[in-house]
């Protein structure tokens, strides 16, 4: 019964289609069903939920294609590309942002120039002046101050992109058995081999050579800005939002480097 409503409902949706886009992207959502055929019923409606929402984009696409060919017209999407993009996107997020509000953010706040220069710095590991904040936030000032490290200092952002990306590789392997589960295993396994060495090499690198604030937080932006501009498959909004996360990746560097120097090294006292 599972499988006449969900060719019915392939169907309808070809219906929304041009005819020449049409059998092409029937197959299409018809295999992708019975490959989440063993996760569920819940799975399969979602995926043609979201089949529903790119009708749109879909008719756009078919426009532009001649009669007698779609193939080709939609780029494939590896992945890898898209457990990368998925992965940058969360730690530069929580990077940018924590240290928007720890370093410069604190910085003004508590007016630490002109403190320093009377003698009345506060508590540096205060969010607020004096300390006084509840209980309750103290998990929130904690994810910023180590956010504020990953862009002053470098060293937890292999740790931050080895733990994302195996939370999420586990999270789609959570429901397949055998072989893809095993590979699942063998892709954490391999993440955190390189975390464990790539951590103790940045923090040597940021500690004692000329660099400020590792190499790092920069390769991530720089990759950001990459997979935004060239990467296949990719929708606009994840392209605008890697793409703009990288830039902004690669200004926190910059402003850590020049101008900030001061913010970061009373950060780091």
Same mark, same amino acid.
Request: proline residues 7%.
């Given at each position: 019964?599972?499988?006449?409503?969900?060719?019915?409902?392939?169907? @309808? $949706?070809?219906?929304? /289609?041009?005819?020449?886009?049409?059998?092409?992207?029937?197959?299409?959502?018809?295999? =992708?069903?019975?490959?989440?055929?063993?996760?569920?019923?819940?799975?399969?409606?979602?995926?043609?939920? @979201? @089949?529903?929402?790119?009708?749109?984009?879909?008719?756009?696409?078919?426009?532009?294609?001649?009669?007698?060919?779609?193939? !080709?017209? +939609?780029?494939?999407?590896?992945?890898?590309?898209?457990?990368?993009?998925?992965?940058?996107?969360?730690?530069? !997020?929580?990077?940018?942002?924590?240290?928007?509000?720890?370093?410069?953010?604190?910085?003004?706040? +508590?007016?630490?120039?002109?403190?320093?220069?009377? !003698?009345?710095?506060?508590?540096?590991?205060?969010? %607020?002046?004096?300390?006084?904040?509840?209980?309750?936030? @103290?998990?929130?000032?904690?994810?910023?101050? %180590?956010?504020?490290?990953?862009?002053?200092?470098?060293?937890? /952002?292999?740790?931050?992109?080895? +733990?994302?990306?195996?939370?999420?590789?586990?999270?789609?392997?959570?429901? $397949? %058995?055998?072989?893809?589960?095993?590979?699942?295993?063998?892709?954490?396994?391999?993440?955190?081999?390189?975390?464990?060495? $790539?951590?103790?090499?940045?923090?040597?690198?940021?500690?004692?050579?000329?660099?400020?604030?590792?190499?790092?937080?920069?390769?991530?932006?720089?990759?950001?800005?990459?997979?935004?501009?060239?990467?296949?498959? $990719?929708?606009?909004?994840?392209?605008?939002?890697?793409?703009? /996360?990288? +830039?902004?990746?690669?200004?926190?560097?910059?402003? =850590?480097?020049?101008?900030?120097? !001061?913010?970061?090294?009373?950060?780091?006292?």
């Amino acid at each position: 019964m599972t499988g006449r409503v969900d060719r019915a409902v392939v169907a @309808a $949706l070809g219906l929304a /289609l041009p005819g020449h886009f049409r059998a092409r992207q029937r197959a299409e959502w018809t295999a =992708d069903l019975l490959i989440l055929a063993e996760r569920g019923r819940l799975a399969r409606w979602r995926y043609l939920f @979201a @089949a529903t929402r790119t009708l749109p984009a879909l008719r756009a696409v078919a426009r532009r294609l001649p009669a007698d060919g779609p193939q !080709g017209a +939609l780029a494939p999407v590896s992945r890898s590309v898209v457990l990368v993009a998925r992965v940058l996107t969360i730690v530069l !997020g929580w990077t940018v942002v924590s240290w928007a509000v720890m370093l410069p953010g604190r910085y003004l706040l +508590l007016d630490i120039p002109g403190r320093m220069a009377a !003698g009345t710095l506060p508590d540096p590991k205060s969010v %607020w002046p004096g300390g006084d904040q509840p209980a309750l936030m @103290a998990p929130v000032a904690a994810v910023l101050e %180590w956010g504020g490290w990953a862009a002053a200092d470098d060293f937890p /952002l292999p740790l931050a992109i080895a +733990l994302v990306a195996s939370v999420l590789l586990v999270r789609h392997r959570r429901q $397949l %058995w055998g072989p893809r589960r095993r590979v699942a295993a063998v892709g954490v396994a391999v993440i955190s081999l390189q975390a464990l060495l $790539l951590t103790p090499v940045d923090m040597v690198v940021t500690a004692f050579t000329t660099i400020r604030g590792g190499p790092v937080l920069p390769l991530a932006g720089a990759t950001a800005s990459w997979l935004a501009v060239a990467a296949p498959g $990719l929708s606009r909004p994840r392209r605008a939002v890697l793409g703009l /996360l990288g +830039l902004a990746a690669l200004a926190v560097a910059a402003v =850590d480097a020049t101008i900030g120097t !001061g913010m970061v090294s009373w950060y780091r006292d």
